[in-house]
């Protein structure tokens, strides 16, 4: 059984915050552009869904878990939770920008429901695999603000309160997995994991990429420009999903654990950004 190193003194903290209520949130709220904020919307538009799944999955196998995962187990269910409500009320911003969500989050559903068909440890597998993406997409983000540097105040907060918690637990699931699957040999889990994996992969990349173009048609964006502007900002500049590929790679490899890299730093910074952002408004009152 390979070991878990998610850290003895990690502490996963949910951060009960609010983003946006009461404020109007501008169609093209990344800095002006359709692509930025098309891309952004195609991802949120998964998350309400997609994050209940997680909870749905894991929990099935918190149950004789040690301890400290079962508490960890708590902590990951509070915070899914709570990005799951503000990703509704981001949605709904954006809905009322002008944008028909339906498509998308139909297509998440239809997704859902054919993994849910099948036994609970294939969608921890699922789960433990969407997790790893969340988490390098996550630590990009927080890595490089140039990611959000012109988006509205208001979402940027929202996407990096997000990214530190994706951070701060993205072991959760792993570790579950590893407790569940105790009685397989390495090697056999490693060939589980890989192929659900690249399934998972293949998924995410069609269906992320549909969300983004459509949402560019909406704007009057289609055909071959439309293709050449997502993979451009996806890939090229800044390039997301270019600058995670090392991280995805790493899934892979022998011994692999997402603790490998501890990036606590990251959220550090991030939260004392945060309170500095907050600090003239206290200080005016």
Known sequence: M?????????????????????????????????????????????????????????????EGTPP????????????????????????????????????????????LSITRARPPIVNLAATMCLEHFTAILAHQLLKNPRHLDKADPE?????????????EHKGVAYDTWLHATRGISRWKRWKIKAKVMLFVTRNFVVDRSRGTLELLRQDGITGPRA????????????????????????FFLPGFHPWNEDDRPLIGKAESDYAAALQPAASAA
Request: charged share 25%; glycine share 6%; no cysteine.
């Open 227 to 250: 293709w050449g502007r997502m993979l451009w900002f996806a890939w090229v500049r800044p390039g997301m999903m270019r600058k995670i590929l090392g991280a995805w790679l790493a």
């Open 2 to 62: 390979a070991r878990a190193t998610t850290p003895q003194d990690l502490t996963i903290t949910p951060r009960d915050r609010r983003f946006g209520r009461g404020t109007t949130q501008a169609r093209w709220w990344m800095g002006g552009d359709p692509v930025a904020t098309a891309f952004y919307n195609a991802l949120s538009a998964t998350f309400p869904k997609g994050e209940a799944y997680f909870v749905e999955s894991v929990r099935q196998f918190r």
């Open 68 to 111: 400290k995962l079962a508490q960890e187990i708590k902590a990951f269910v509070t915070q899914e939770v709570m990005h799951s409500r503000e990703h509704v009320q981001f949605n709904k911003r954006a809905l009322d920008a002008g944008y028909d969500l339906s498509a998308l989050e139909a297509r998440v559903e239809w997704r």
């Open 155 to 167: 979402s940027a907060a929202l996407w990096r309160w997000h990214a530190i918690e994706e951070i």
